[in-house]
């Protein structure tokens, strides 16, 4: 089946680790997205990517980063730097071209 | 910047009734919109795309419209039903990036 594949479902850090999300999609898009979700707020973009080997910060991309090695995979990684990374975060993907954008299942970030 | 208002922020109706969810946006030069739901804990779900040129789109028991130049679209739900239950957020997309934009979204309670 095509997808998007977010995993894991939770990850749990303690203060001061870098933790890595990983997104990971099998529709053959070239543009990738990762989107940050606080209670009571809408999706704030944090880094997006329309092609291998290249990425643009969104608007809330201090204390992440991210790398686009494979058309398939947007890893986010949550850096130490990072102050508030409680929350859940989302990663969509979507052909270029401003086209339907298809989200995956999230994954929760809890700091311990 | 693009800024997009999903008012309301909550709405309870019985089920059977028709309803419009509404969504501005502050910059009216799109390329296209996009309407999702999400239900609690998951990610977003695809409902409908709209493109600038097109006025209406159609799915099922979803309509949505697109008023560019007013910087609004709705979302029309005919005949509710308790699954109907979800959030629903609306992104705009603009011309000459890959972008979407959030609002903080409607929460629909549909009553059985």
């Known amino acids: 089946d095509g997808g998007i594949t977010q995993s894991p479902k939770y990850l749990f850090r303690k203060e001061g680790q870098n933790v890595t999300l990983s997104c990971e999609q099998n529709?053959?898009?070239?543009?990738m997205y990762w989107y940050r979700q606080d209670p009571g707020q809408g999706l704030r973009l944090i880094y997006y990517s329309q092609i291998v080997n290249d990425f643009q910060k969104g608007d809330i991309a201090e204390g992440y980063s991210v790398s686009r090695e494979k058309k398939e995979s947007f890893p986010l990684t949550v850096t130490s730097a990072q102050k508030n990374p409680t929350a859940f975060y989302l990663c969509?993907?979507?052909?270029?071209?401003?086209?339907?954008?298809?989200f995956g299942q999230g994954t929760r970030l809890t700091v311990v | 910047k693009q800024e997009v208002t999903q008012i309301p922020a909550a709405l309870s109706v019985p089920e059977g009734e028709n309803l419009v969810l509404n969504c501005s946006f502050t910059d009216s030069a799109i390329y296209n919109l996009q309407w999702f739901r999400q239900d609690p804990g998951k990610g977003l779900t695809s409902l409908l795309l709209?493109?600038?040129?097109?006025r209406e789109q159609t799915s099922g028991r979803l309509n949505a419209s697109l008023d560019k130049s007013s910087g609004r679209s709705t979302l029309y739900i005919a005949a509710s039903q308790p699954g109907d239950s979800a959030t629903y957020l609306c992104a705009p997309s603009g011309f000459g990036n890959e972008k979407l934009t959030f609002g903080t979204g409607t929460r629909l309670t549909i009553i059985p």
């Open positions: 709209i493109q600038s040129s097109q």
């Open positions: 529709l053959n898009h070239d543009a």
């Open positions: 969509a993907s979507r052909h270029t071209g401003n086209t339907e954008a298809f």
